[in-house]
């Protein structure tokens, strides 16, 4: 916030079901990748990791499915923020 920068990312899936990537090797419609790629593009802008305001929304499954993506993908954001000792300021999901 001290710097005026910010950025977002819409991810589709947790990762890919291979644990890969799918067959586009930098597809950020994958979490894994999406989050990797949103903090190093603000790491280069110039913000640090220990200054980041981290808002996560989200989540709600909208399709009548056996699989949860919403939630995966919730759960996957969390355990993300977590692993990488991100702090997250505000979540709605």
Not at 65 to 72: F, H, M, P, R
């Amino acid at each position: 916030p001290r710097l005026g920068i910010g950025g977002m990312n819409h991810f589709m899936l947790p990762q890919g079901r291979t644990g890969g990537w799918g067959r586009d090797p930098e597809s950020t419609r994958f979490g894994n990748f999406a989050m990797e790629k949103l903090i190093n593009e603000l790491m280069k802008m110039g913000c640090s990791r220990e200054n980041l305001e981290i808002k996560v929304f989200g989540g709600g499954n909208v399709t009548e499915s056996n699989i949860a993506v919403g939630s995966d993908n919730a759960q996957f954001a969390l355990r993300y923020l977590e692993a990488e000792r991100l702090r997250c300021v505000a979540q709605d999901l």
